[in-house]
Nanobody, 112 residues
Framework: VQVVESGGGLVQPGGSLRLSCTAP????????ITWYQQAPGKGREPFAV????????NIADFAKGRFTISRDNAKNTVYLQMNSLKPEDTGVYYC??????WGQGTQVTVSS
């Protein structure tokens, strides 16, 4: 299953972005979806997960209170709402769920 991430961009510190994750032609419902962050020069690290129903989520400490993971199964999309962005949030963001290759990711750059 090929996932597609979108919504990244250049934003000033304190700004917001909403990332989206979908899989054209495939139904996400029933799969837990994980968001990964790859900071410059570092490996890909998981930091947020949501189960298939959307009723349970978990998010890493660095993102708690700033990022929210959610899903709309009717739209076959998982979202990552990112608020109060910091320069250290800069990186490429990926989502993963059903077996398959990594997507291309979406670049988030937080800079003034």
């Amino acid at each position: 299953v090929q996932v597609v991430e979108s919504g990244g961009g250049l934003v000033q510190p304190g700004g917001s972005l909403r990332l989206s994750c979908t899989a054209p032609g495939f139904t996400f419902e029933g799969y837990a979806i994980t968001w990964y962050q790859q900071a410059p020069g570092k490996g890909r690290e998981p930091f947020a997960v949501i189960i298939g129903s959307g009723s349970v989520t978990n998010i890493a400490d660095f993102a708690k209170g700033r990022f929210t993971i959610s899903r709309d199964n009717a739209k076959n999309t998982v979202y990552l709402q990112m608020n109060s962005l910091k320069p250290e949030d800069t990186g490429v963001y990926y989502c993963k769920g059903p077996p398959g290759p990594w997507g291309q990711g979406t670049q988030v750059t937080v800079s003034s």
